[in-house]
């Protein structure tokens, strides 16, 4: 059963996929999403957020598969906590005070059953962006009240097991409004700190993790500082793109046009599982002037569906891609008929990327607050290690 409300927000929703997505049917037919609807409002009640949450999630997708992480209802409301998540384990990040600590389960379900049912829901095309998802929505209310286990409860009571190995238990009500102090800065979680240099044993590491437009001032101001800098020591520029979820991917060139200028000096590019849309733009770019890079896979096919037109229906925002990109290739279709007419198989092939060496931040170095990938790009720099 689906209350009119949420039915007429689907419809609309529904209605502005079909004339904006330049390949709305990628994956399923329009029957095939018509009886996906059926079936789903048969078996639960979409009658609150959460599980309209749930419903908009299960439904997206199924419509995106793979190739289209971009199309999705946004909609977060947060708890004072965030995760790492190593292989099937999760760690709290935040609190500081139970950092490291063990989440094992909520109301009794264990966190493996969690993620199970977190499967449902969760849009991925890479590990990496599967493994991103799970630790934004175990901080999400929206997305665990709605989840089969906890639609007909109020509370989430999470079961940790300390550094120590002594036990706790931690509430979190679905209504309760949590202060400014209580909350992680969202921010700071998505983006770090961006837009910031350091020099370490000659090499520059300067941190490119979001191409985001509020992003735009300080980035200029970055470069214009670093132009001042003396650089005559420096062998190495090591741009940390670890984080970059994309955003305007027009002020890469500010980065760019920069490094070009040090065409002298050794170039490494850091990647992460974060690392989405607009960000591996500068992944390419960085690698068109010579990066080598070291890290891990990135959260995101090189080739897939994006440039979200967002639309707000009766308060609540949605994201449908409106075009499709290679940017590996050179290539992308923004209408329809381009896309048809155009799209060859060269193009559609799945394009997972691989850093030209694989370093993956180990559960132990987390725990240490040990930056592996950083330590080893910068004894590389220095011909101390081998290429594996």
Known sequence: MIDIK??????????????THVNPWHEISEYQLEQLYNNLIDSMD????????????????????????????????????????????????????????????????????????LEEVITYGTIG??????????????????????RNTDELIFEIEKVDGQKI??????????????LFDYNKYRYGDNATYKIIDNCLIYNHSSVQERFKEKIEDAIVNLKQEDLSDIDTIIIDIRGNTGGNSTLNKI???????????????????????????????????????????????????????????????FSVSECYFHPFLGWSASSKEEFQEEATDEVL??????????????????????????????????NKIKRK
């Not at 238990?169 to 209580?182: D, G, L």
């Open 129 to 150: 962006k599967r493994r991103y998802e799970l630790e934004k929505s175990l901080f999400n209310r929206y997305i665990l009240f709605g989840l089969p286990h906890f």
């Open 349 to 382: 092939l799945p394009y997972i990327f691989k850093p030209d060496i694989l370093i993956e931040t180990k559960k132990e170095d987390y725990i240490q607050n040990v930056d592996t990938i950083l330590n080893y790009a910068i004894d590389y720099s220095k």
């Open 255 to 317: 980065l760019m046009d920069f490094v070009e200028e040090h065409k002298d000096k050794k170039l490494i590019c850091l990647t992460d599982y974060r690392v989405f849309s607009g960000g591996r733009y500068a992944l390419r770019d960085l690698i068109k002037l010579g990066a080598t890079t070291i890290g891990e896979e990135i959260g995101t096919p090189i080739n897939c569906y994006g440039n979200s037109n967002w639309i707000n229906i009766d308060g609540r925002y």
């Open 169 to 182: 238990i931690k509430k979190f009500n679905k209504s309760e409004n949590y202060s400014e102090e209580e």
């Open 6 to 19: 949420y039915k007429n927000i689907y419809d609309k929703f529904v209605e502005h996929y079909k004339n």
């Open 46 to 117: 979409v009658d609150n957020e959460y599980n309209f949450k749930y419903f908009m999630d299960y439904i997206i997708k199924r419509l995106s598969g793979e190739t289209d992480a971009h199309t999705k209802y946004d909609a977060v409301s947060l708890i004072p906590m965030n995760f790492r998540m190593f292989d099937n384990e999760i760690l709290i990040n935040y609190p500081d005070n139970l950092r490291n600590s063990r989440l094992l389960s909520i109301n009794g379900i264990s966190i493996n059953i969690i993620i199970s049912e």
